[in-house]
C-alpha cells in the first residue's frame, strides 16, 4: 500500500493566506512587547504612573488575544489541523492562545497598583507596590513576546510545509506499483 502524500498536504494558497495572518498577529504582539513601556528613560517607575495608559494595555492585550484565539480556532475547525504539518501548528497556535491570554491580567494588577501608589503613604507599602508593578508589566510584556515567538514558529512549521510541496512537486510521478526487477538470464546456478 502507497501512502498517499496529497492528502497530508495543506494546499498552497490556504498555508500562504494563514502565513499572512500568523505573521500580522505576530507582529503586533511583538510591537505591544516592544513599545508597552512602564519605566522612564532613567529607568525607574514613574512617580504617578498612568493609570488609564496602563489599563489601555490590558485592554489593548485583550484584544490582542482575542485575535490569537480567533486564529487558533479557525485553523481548529479547518481540516487541515489533522495533518502531520497542521498537528504541529495547532499545538503553536494553543500555546499562543494561553500565553497571549495571561497577558492583559498582568497588565491590569500594573495598573490597580499605579491607582493606589499616590495614596500609599508608607514607604514600604509603595517600594512593594513599585517593584509589583515592574514585574506584573514585565511578565506581561514576556507572555506578548512569548506568544509572538509561538505564532512565529507556527508560520515556520507553514513555510517549511511549503517546502516540503516544493520539493515532491520536482519529484516524477510514477503511476502504478513499481516495475519488477528485471530476471536474471539463465535462472539459478549452483
Known amino acids: 500500500m502507497k501512502p498517499d502524500f496529497q492528502r497530508d498536504l495543506i494546499p498552497r494558497d490556504d498555508a500562504l493566506y494563514l502565513i499572512g495572518a500568523l505573521n500580522a498577529v ?6 505591544a ?8 528613560e532613567n529607568g525607574h ?4 504612573p498612568s493609570y488609564t495608559a496602563l489599563l ?5 492585550a485583550q484584544d490582542l488575544s482575542r485575535d490569537v484565539l480567533r486564529l487558533a480556532a479557525d485553523f481548529a475547525r479547518s481540516p487541515h489541523h489533522t495533518t502531520r504539518a497542521g498537528g504541529t501548528v495547532l499545538k503553536h497556535l494553543a500555546t ?7 497577558a492583559a491580567p498582568h497588565f491590569t494588577e500594573t495598573a490597580e497598583n499605579a491607582l493606589a501608589l ?3 503613604t508608607n514607604p514600604t507599602d509603595r517600594h512593594y507596590l513599585t517593584h509589583r508593578m ?15 515567538d509561538s505564532l512565529r514558529d507556527a508560520a515556520k512549521e507553514l513555510d517549511d510545509h511549503l517546502g516540503l510541496q516544493r520539493f515532491l512537486s520536482t519529484l516524477p510521478r510514477r ?5 519488477p526487477p528485471p530476471s536474471r538470464p539463465g535462472g539459478l546456478h549452483r
Request: glycine share 2%; proline share 8%.
Open 26 to 31: 505576530k507582529d503586533k504582539l511583538h510591537n
Open 33 to 40: 512587547a516592544q513599545q508597552w513601556e512602564l519605566l522612564d
Open 45 to 48: 517607575v514613574p512617580a504617578a
Open 56 to 60: 489601555q494595555h490590558a485592554a489593548d
Open 96 to 102: 499562543a492562545a494561553t500565553i497571549s491570554s495571561h
Open 118 to 120: 499616590p495614596r500609599s
Open 134 to 148: 515592574v514585574i506584573d508589566h514585565a511578565s506581561a510584556r514576556a507572555f506578548l513576546r512569548r506568544a509572538s
Open 175 to 179: 503511476e502504478g506499483p513499481p516495475e
